[in-house]
């Protein structure tokens, strides 16, 4: 079983920019679909990014698309989550997932693990 640990979560300025990290538990990682999703108080979790096995398809929200990046280091057994040009609607609790397959889903159903979250506050 899938075991996620975030971290990199923290508070900053408007237009600042923060690394999140997802390291995954040794001996799970090749086999999963990556995800990056965030959670603001009193809204759905939503979809921010996923990454393939292989690192070859990524997918973004709508809202994010253009100013994060996500990335694997399978060497290291971790997914990160670049984020640029940070806004305050970007204030959200981040979730690392793994699906256990090789394509690509928006829907956090579809996420078979979970790691507990890192608090991300963007404030001036």
């Known amino acids: 079983q899938a075991q996620l640990a975030e971290s990199g979560g923290g508070s900053v300025k408007p237009g600042d920019s923060l690394k999140l990290s997802c390291e995954v538990a040794p001996g799970t990682y090749d086999a999963y679909v990556m995800g990056w999703f965030r959670q603001a108080p009193g809204k759905e979790r939503e979809f921010v990014a996923a990454?393939?096995?292989?690192?070859?398809?990524?997918e973004y929200g709508e809202s994010v698309k253009d100013r994060f990046g996500i990335s694997r280091d399978n060497t290291k057994e971790a997914v990160h989550l670049q984020m640029v040009h940070l806004r305050p609607e970007d204030t959200a609790v981040y979730y690392c997932?793994?699906?256990?397959?090789?394509?690509?889903?928006?829907?956090?159903?579809?996420?078979?693990?979970w790691g507990q979250g890192t608090q991300v506050t963007v404030s001036s």
């Open positions: 997932a793994a699906r256990r397959t090789y394509s690509i889903s928006r829907s956090r159903q579809d996420y078979d693990y």
């Open positions: 990454i393939t096995w292989g690192g070859g398809s990524a």
